[in-house]
């Protein structure tokens, strides 16, 4: 029998080839009846990987296409497509100039030509033109403040997409009267298109007292030339688009499920809808590892407890690392001296907040093993440095750049 650190990281391997977009938009497209010049803008963490697809199916009948992805998130030159990468989390200079580049391609569209839009998450920060009389200053301040103030991804992109010239379904007014078909990776819980990507091609169920509300939560603090665009409305009807989803959280879950079944596990999905602070979350979730183990409920050996969602962290120190890592830290003090215990948490893009790990995997020995090496678990989740000390003891998960981005999925393995 391997051991279960083996377990989980067959696991995680399983759960991000199984959820590389490529055979969902594949089906996408198959179904989609194309009708004239095709053009194509892809946009989010998987905008290569969606692009390529796309490129080997349509072949010649691409006129052309654009893909805007994060820095090192492409894999190569694709034919009649150019390719750019911009910053993220935090949108740059080059996210502004590939975006004009999108706009000047969607406003030479005819009713002769159909766009097909591929949106994967990231596209907030990815894909940005500011509205006449704000500047890009005034995106990376709000995400800043955002991005730091534990707000959820819904939250945010009420705000960001006020201010925008491309989201809140600007960018498919921009294309008419050509017809827009979006096929869309959802790292939204619950599927809520107009927050995907803050909803280029999607009308806003936001309105202004909503986003005002978020405004006031997080009490962000805001220009006044910023504040009068938080007083206008944005589009309620597009009348160009057709929507296809193609993935979401609820398919990470499932294959989770499907690998934890095949090496031996009983698995059980308790959520797709995680959304809260990540310290907590793991202090959660090893209560329930601890009682599992110790027979005080109703999961019976082996079993993989599975969740999936988006947590946030609200920064309160000065350390590195992302959601995911400071999850699992925060559940290693519940499963201190637990044998046969191991969480992990894994974010499906392979990039946990501004750090090049996807996640971190800690079990029964991890507090152990930071004592070895003076580290204060405590101190450092005070700090937000789980990257530092996950990497100490060989507890980050590392894949690079997966192709894919449909939110987090934590798994309890208990046997």
Not at 100 to 129: I, N, P, R, Y
Request: glycine share 8%.
């Amino acid at each position: 029998m391997q051991s279960i650190r083996s377990d989980a990281e067959l696991m995680i391997k399983n759960i991000i080839a199984d959820n590389m977009p490529r055979q969902a938009v594949e089906v996408a497209l198959k179904e989609h009846e194309f009708s004239g010049r095709i053009y194509m803008v892809a946009i989010g963490k998987a905008a290569w990987t969606m692009a390529k697809t796309a490129s080997d199916f349509l072949g010649d009948r691409l006129e052309k296409g654009i893909v805007v992805t994060k820095y090192d998130h492409s894999q190569g030159a694709l034919p009649r497509i150019d390719i750019y990468e911009a910053g993220h989390p935090v949108s740059d200079e080059n996210t502004i100039s590939a975006t004009h580049e999108c706009v000047k391609l969607a406003k030479g569209l005819t009713d002769q030509d159909e766009l097909l839009f591929l949106v994967s998450g990231g596209g907030s920060a990815l894909f940005e033109k500011p509205l006449d009389g704000l500047t890009l200053e005034d995106f990376k301040d709000v995400t800043t403040q955002l991005l730091a103030s534990g707000a959820d991804i819904v939250e945010m992109n009420m705000v960001r997409k006020r201010f925008s010239s491309v989201k809140a379904g600007r960018f498919a007014q921009l294309a008419a009267p050509a017809q827009v078909f979006a096929v869309i990776l959802s790292d939204v819980l619950g599927d809520r298109l107009d927050s995907i990507a803050s909803g280029p091609a999607v009308p806003d169920k936001s309105s202004v007292e909503d986003a005002q509300k978020v405004v006031e939560k997080y009490n962000l603090e805001l220009t006044e030339q910023q504040r009068k665009y938080m007083l206008v409305e944005t589009p309620k009807e597009i009348d160009n688009v057709e929507i296809v989803i193609t993935g979401s959280v609820r398919t990470l879950c499932e294959s989770a499920a499907k690998t934890a079944k095949e090496l031996g596990y009983t698995p059980f999905v308790l959520t797709t809808l995680m959304n809260c602070e990540a310290a907590e979350a793991g202090r959660l979730l090893s209560t329930i590892a601890a009682d599992t183990q110790n027979g005080r409920n109703s999961f019976s050996k082996p079993c993989a407890i599975i969740t999936g969602g988006e947590t946030v962290v609200t920064l309160k120190g000065k350390g590195k690392g992302g959601r995911n890592q400071e999850l699992a830290l925060a559940a290693a003090k519940g499963i201190a001296e637990l044998d046969q215990t191991l969480v992990f948490s894994l974010g499906s893009d392979g990039t946990d907040g501004p750090t090049d790990a996807a996640g971190g995997i800690t079990d029964g020995k991890t507090v152990a093993n930071l004592k070895k090496q003076g580290i204060d678990i405590d101190k450092i989740l005070a700090d937000n440095d789980a990257y530092h000390a996950l990497k100490a003891i060989d507890g980050l998960i590392i894949t690079g750049p997966t192709g894919t981005n449909v939110n987090d999925v934590t798994v309890i393995l208990c046997r």
